[in-house]
Structure formats: structure tokens, C-alpha cells
């Protein structure tokens, strides 16, 4: 299972009270899943894709569309972590611009790690 977060769940910002609180169970619900699960073989991860570009975030004034993750390129690491030989679960992977080993396999999605649990 691969869940979209954000980091507004932590980073809290006037107005946004609903989002964040939406984002913040979404991953404490996770999480739990994860570890209640993980001796029957069943992964829970989270990815947190920073900003992409959607309709919503171009029209932000000042936004830098060139600096907004594209939809399509979280394709590959959410692939790979439904790939059934990945044993990773309860992690949150913030999509940046580093590689990642995700499971053994370096992913073209640009991702790096943060820790939650083993």
C-alpha cells in the first residue's frame, strides 16, 4: 500500500488547519497499519511528493512551475514500492532531487529517505 502525504502535517500554516490534520492522521493511521501488519507481508509506505504541478498549485501566485514535481515522474518509486520483493514498510519517502535506494534498486524518481520505522 502506498499512501500520498505531505508535509504540511508537520510544517503547520495559517488556513490550511484542515489539510494538515487530514495529512497528520493519514500517516499515523499508516504507520500503525505498518507495524499491526508487517509480520503477514503487508507494506505500508507513504510518499511525500512535495509540491506538484497541478491546477490548484499553478495558480499560486509566484509559484515556479519549473520547481513543482510533475505527476507522472512519482510513477517509478510508487512502482517499486509495490514491488513484491520490497520488505520496506512504515517509511515516508520525501520525493526530492537525490536518488534513492529504494528495496536494492536505484529509482529515476529522485527520492530521499525520512526515517520513521524499520
Given at each position: 500500500m502506498v499512501?500520498?502525504?505531505?508535509?504540511?502535517a508537520?510544517r503547520?500554516?495559517?488556513?490550511?488547519?484542515a489539510?494538515?490534520?487530514s495529512k497528520?492522521?493519514?500517516?499515523?493511521?499508516?504507520?500503525?497499519?505498518?507495524?499491526e501488519?508487517?509480520?503477514?507481508?503487508v507494506?505500508?509506505n507513504?510518499v511525500?511528493?512535495?509540491?506538484?504541478d497541478?491546477?490548484?498549485?499553478?495558480?499560486v501566485?509566484g509559484?515556479?512551475?519549473m520547481t513543482l514535481?510533475?505527476p507522472a515522474s512519482?510513477g517509478?518509486?510508487?512502482?517499486r514500492?509495490?514491488?513484491?520483493?520490497?520488505?520496506m514498510t512504515?517509511q515516508?519517502?520525501?520525493f526530492?532531487?537525490?536518488?534513492f535506494?529504494?528495496?536494492g534498486a536505484?529509482?529515476?524518481s529522485d527520492?530521499?529517505?525520512?526515517?520513521?520505522?524499520?
Amino acid at each position: 500500500m502506498v499512501l500520498l502525504t505531505s508535509s504540511a502535517a508537520t510544517r503547520l500554516k495559517p488556513k490550511r488547519g484542515a489539510y494538515a490534520i487530514s495529512k497528520a492522521v493519514l500517516e499515523a493511521l499508516a504507520k500503525t497499519y505498518a507495524l499491526e501488519t508487517q509480520e503477514g507481508g503487508v507494506r505500508v509506505n507513504l510518499v511525500d511528493p512535495g509540491a506538484v504541478d497541478t491546477m490548484r498549485a499553478s495558480a499560486v501566485p509566484g509559484e515556479d512551475r519549473m520547481t513543482l514535481t510533475q505527476p507522472a515522474s512519482l510513477g517509478p518509486l510508487i512502482v517499486r514500492l509495490c514491488h513484491p520483493t520490497l520488505e520496506m514498510t512504515g517509511q515516508t519517502i520525501e520525493f526530492r532531487k537525490a536518488p534513492f535506494d529504494v528495496g536494492g534498486a536505484r529509482t529515476h524518481s529522485d527520492a530521499t529517505p525520512k526515517a520513521c520505522i524499520g
